[in-house]
C-alpha cells in the first residue's frame, strides 16, 4: 500500500516556506505522492452543485493557487514524491500549453509526474474561461487527453477533432516517462468508470464521504462495474492503478458518523480503526491512500501527518 497527501492550495499554509516545509517533511516520513487540487477562477454566483458536500456548497472562496505553477513548485522541494494534478480539469486549459507545461514538469522532476484529470463542475468556471460547452464536457476531455499523448509520444504531431485541431508540429521535449506520463481518471459515476477502462491507466476517486462511495462496499461495487467495462473494452484491469482519496481523516475516537445506518465513516476513530480501514480497502483493490492532513497552521498539518506515521503505519 502506498500513500499520499494533499497539499494546500488555499488559506494561511499557502504560502512558499509553509509548503515547501509541508513537502519536505511528507518525503522525510515517506509518503509516495502528493496531490494537488484544480481551480482557476471561482465566479462571485455560483448556482452548481458541488458534488462532495451534502449541501452542494464549495468549501472555499475561489483562493486558490494555480495548479501547475504549484505542481512545479513541489517537484523542486522534493527529489521522490510523485506529483499529481488531483485532479486537472481538462477543458478549462488550452491542450497544447497544457501539455506542454506538464511535460516541462515531468522532464524538470525526473519523471515523476502523474496526470489526474477530471471533467470538472463547476458551470460557472467554464463560462468563464470560454472553455467547452460545459454539457460536453465529457467529450472535450476525451479529446484533450487524445492530444496530450499525440504531443507526448509523436514527432511531429498533427490532430484533428471535433474541440481542436493542428496541423504538424513540433513540442518537444517529451516527457521522460514512457510512452507518457500516467493519466489517472477522477470521479465514481459510470461515465467516469467507463472513462477510466477506455482512456486510463489509474482509477482516483474521491470516496468516504457522505456523497461519495460512502462505504467500502460501495467502494468494491463500483470496482466490480469497472472491471466489467475493461472487459468490455478489451483492456486489462490489473494493468490499471487505484488510488483513493479519503479527504476525512480525524485520528480521534470521538468517530465522525457514516452513511445511514453506519456507525463510523471509513478513515475515522482510533488508530487501530484506520489502520484495519486502510487494510480492507487494499483487500479490497486500492493500491494507493491519500489523507488529508491540512489543517489551518502548518504545525497542526504537520502534527497530523506525523501522527499517521508514528501512530497508524506501524499497525500495517
Not at 472562496?61 to 485532479?87: P, W
Not at 467495462?229 to 494493468?239: H, I, L, Q
Request: net charge negative; glycine share 8%.
Amino acid at each position: 500500500m502506498r500513500f499520499g497527501f494533499y497539499l494546500p492550495t488555499r488559506g494561511p499554509v499557502a504560502t512558499g516556506p509553509a509548503l515547501g516545509a509541508f513537502v519536505r517533511r511528507g518525503e522525510e516520513l515517506g509518503f509516495d505522492s502528493v496531490m494537488i487540487a484544480d481551480h482557476l477562477v471561482f465566479p462571485a454566483r455560483v448556482d452548481s452543485p458541488y458534488p462532495y458536500t451534502l449541501s452542494g456548497a464549495f468549501p472555499g472562496q475561489g483562493d486558490a493557487l494555480d495548479l501547475i505553477s504549484l505542481l512545479t513548485f513541489a517537484a523542486a522541494a522534493s527529489t521522490k514524491l510523485r506529483l499529481v494534478t488531483s485532479v486537472m480539469i481538462v477543458p478549462l486549459r488550452n491542450p497544447l500549453a497544457t501539455a506542454k507545461a506538464l511535460a516541462t514538469v515531468d522532464v524538470l522532476s525526473g519523471g515523476r509526474l502523474t496526470v489526474g484529470v477530471g471533467v470538472g463542475w463547476l458551470r460557472e468556471e467554464f463560462e468563464a474561461m470560454a472553455a467547452p460547452d460545459f454539457d460536453r464536457r465529457g467529450r472535450s476531455t476525451d479529446e484533450f487527453v487524445a492530444i496530450y499523448r499525440r504531443l507526448w509520444s509523436e514527432d511531429p504531431a498533427s490532430f484533428e477533432g471535433e474541440f481542436y485541431r493542428f496541423d504538424a508540429l513540433h513540442c518537444l521535449p517529451h516527457p521522460i516517462q514512457r510512452p507518457h506520463p500516467p493519466i489517472w481518471i477522477g470521479g465514481h459515476s459510470r461515465a467516469a468508470l467507463r472513462r477510466v477502462a477506455r482512456i486510463g491507466d489509474g482509477w482516483h476517486p474521491v470516496g468516504a464521504t457522505p456523497t461519495a462511495l460512502s462505504s467500502p462496499d460501495d467502494f468494491s461495487a463500483a470496482l466490480d462495474d469497472l472491471r466489467r467495462f475493461c472487459d468490455e473494452e478489451g483492456r486489462d484491469f490489473d494493468r490499471l492503478t487505484v488510488s483513493f482519496k479519503a479527504p476525512t481523516y480525524d485520528l480521534d475516537r470521538n468517530a465522525a458518523p457514516g452513511a445511514p445506518g453506519v456507525a463510523r465513516r471509513p478513515f475515522t476513530g482510533s488508530a487501530e480503526d484506520v489502520a484495519a480501514d486502510i487494510a480492507d480497502y487494499e483487500r479490497r483493490g486500492a493500491h494507493e491512500v491519500v489523507f488529508d492532513f491540512r489543517s489551518t497552521t502548518l504545525a497542526e498539518c504537520i502534527e497530523r501527518m506525523e501522527r499517521f506515521a508514528s501512530e497508524i503505519r506501524p499497525l500495517l
